[in-house]
């Protein structure tokens, strides 16, 4: 770290980042954010980095661009999110469902049962699913540990038939066995979590703060957990 944090700075990158992202279908290079927040290139990268350590962007491992900027992907992924205007790459069904929160209006989440070879068609307005309620999302990884690699993390929140085809799918790849969220549940949870990530004012959940949402998503058991700790989340 021991970078020093422009908070104002920081919230206006990461509305450019969203904003791009909603309003184009694409993120903004470094070359626009300079030029929309009138800045040198190198003020630039010093605050992607920056907003890197709060766990507000994912930067690619060799060159300081955006790689991952949740709930939106920036490389294809299995999780597509399809509406009249545009379409986005979303790291997992949890990250998806947090861009139909922002995007808003009739979209379709395309994705697939356990990353495997059925496909899975989600029907939203307004982050609400329309249908699909017994479909079954297993996260495989405690959140607590999610920053470990968030990239393992995100390719585990799969959507699932049932509680039986979990058990299968995690015996015959041998992973873990996490907890199970119905999708509708997922919904609310990514709309609380995911709500404001558009606003200007847009700053990073702290730990409390993102224990409270899954406090209030009912998610309450070991599992979610993030323990006594301080920072962000």
Same mark, same amino acid.
């Given at each position: 770290?021991?970078?020093?944090?422009?908070?104002?700075?920081?919230?206006?990158?990461?509305?450019?980042?969203?904003? &791009?992202?909603?309003?184009?279908?694409?993120?903004?290079?470094?070359?626009?954010?300079?030029?929309?927040?009138?800045?040198?290139?190198?003020?630039?990268?010093?605050?992607?980095?920056?907003?890197?350590?709060?766990? &507000?962007?994912?930067?690619?491992?060799?060159?300081?661009?955006?790689?991952?900027?949740?709930?939106?992907?920036?490389?294809?992924? /299995?999780?597509?999110?399809?509406?009249?205007?545009?379409?986005?790459?979303?790291?997992?069904?949890?990250?998806?469902?947090?861009?139909?929160?922002?995007?808003?209006?009739?979209?379709?989440?395309?994705?697939?049962?356990?990353?495997?070879?059925?496909?899975?068609?989600?029907?939203?307005?307004? &982050?609400?699913?329309?249908?699909?309620?017994?479909?079954?999302?297993?996260?495989?990884?405690?959140?607590?540990?999610?920053?470990?690699?968030?990239?393992?993390?995100?390719?585990?929140?799969?959507?699932?038939?049932?509680?039986?085809?979990?058990?299968?799918?995690?015996?015959?790849?041998?992973?873990?066995?996490?907890? /199970?969220?119905?999708?509708?549940?997922?919904?609310?949870?990514?709309?609380?979590?995911?709500?404001?990530?558009?606003?200007?004012?847009?700053?990073?959940?702290?730990?409390?703060?993102?224990?409270?949402?899954?406090?209030?998503?009912?998610?309450?058991?070991?599992?979610?957990?993030?323990?006594?700790?301080?920072?962000?989340?």
């Amino acid at each position: 770290m021991g970078r020093m944090v422009d908070e104002r700075a920081l919230s206006q990158l990461h509305h450019q980042l969203i904003r &791009g992202l909603i309003d184009k279908g694409a993120c903004p290079t470094n070359s626009d954010l300079a030029n929309q927040m009138s800045l040198p290139p190198g003020r630039v990268e010093h605050l992607l980095r920056s907003l890197a350590d709060i766990h &507000g962007v994912v930067l690619h491992p060799h060159t300081c661009e955006p790689w991952i900027i949740h709930p939106f992907s920036l490389t294809p992924t /299995i999780n597509w999110i399809e509406a009249q205007r545009a379409s986005w790459w979303a790291p997992c069904v949890w990250c998806a469902l947090g861009v139909t929160t922002l995007v808003g209006g009739e979209v379709r989440i395309h994705t697939r049962y356990g990353a495997e070879g059925e496909p899975l068609i989600i029907a939203v307005v307004d &982050g609400e699913p329309r249908g699909c309620e017994d479909v079954h999302v297993h996260f495989a990884i405690p959140p607590a540990k999610a920053w470990d690699n968030v990239h393992q993390h995100c390719s585990m929140v799969l959507p699932f038939r049932s509680e039986k085809s979990i058990d299968d799918w995690c015996a015959r790849h041998r992973l873990p066995r996490g907890e /199970i969220v119905l999708l509708p549940e997922v919904a609310r949870l990514a709309n609380s979590w995911y709500g404001c990530y558009s606003n200007s004012d847009w700053r990073k959940w702290s730990v409390a703060e993102a224990q409270d949402i899954f406090s209030q998503a009912g998610l309450r058991s070991r599992f979610w957990d993030l323990g006594a700790r301080s920072g962000k989340f």
